[in-house]
């Protein structure tokens, strides 16, 4: 599941598996929001929110790869979604209230 061209449902498997970790990890406060992370599609392009956050598309896929020059190896579809969870935890953070 490293390729460019990554499939619905593997999204979908990776987004389920994440909130279930979240669901199993978190209090019950937090869990009364049920999904965290989000799938939409508009039939052309793939969306996934975290906490109604943009954090990745299939429109403008930010995934780290490499460029054999035969191919192009994306950054691992779940690892990349775990950094970006982690990045826009830590930004909220450091939010002051």
Request: aromatic share 12%.
């Amino acid at each position: 599941m490293d390729d460019q061209d990554i499939k619905i449902e593997d999204i979908v498997n990776v987004v389920e598996n994440l909130n279930q970790e979240i669901f199993e990890n978190c209090d019950d406060d937090f869990n009364e929001f049920n999904t965290v992370l989000e799938v939409s599609s508009n039939g052309y392009c793939i969306v996934v929110l975290f906490m109604g956050h943009h954090i990745w598309s299939s429109d403008d896929d930010e995934r780290e790869y490499k460029d054999t020059g035969t191919d192009m190896i994306y950054e691992p579809f779940e690892g990349f979604i775990r950094r970006k969870i982690m990045e826009l935890v830590n930004y909220i953070s450091q939010i002051k209230v």
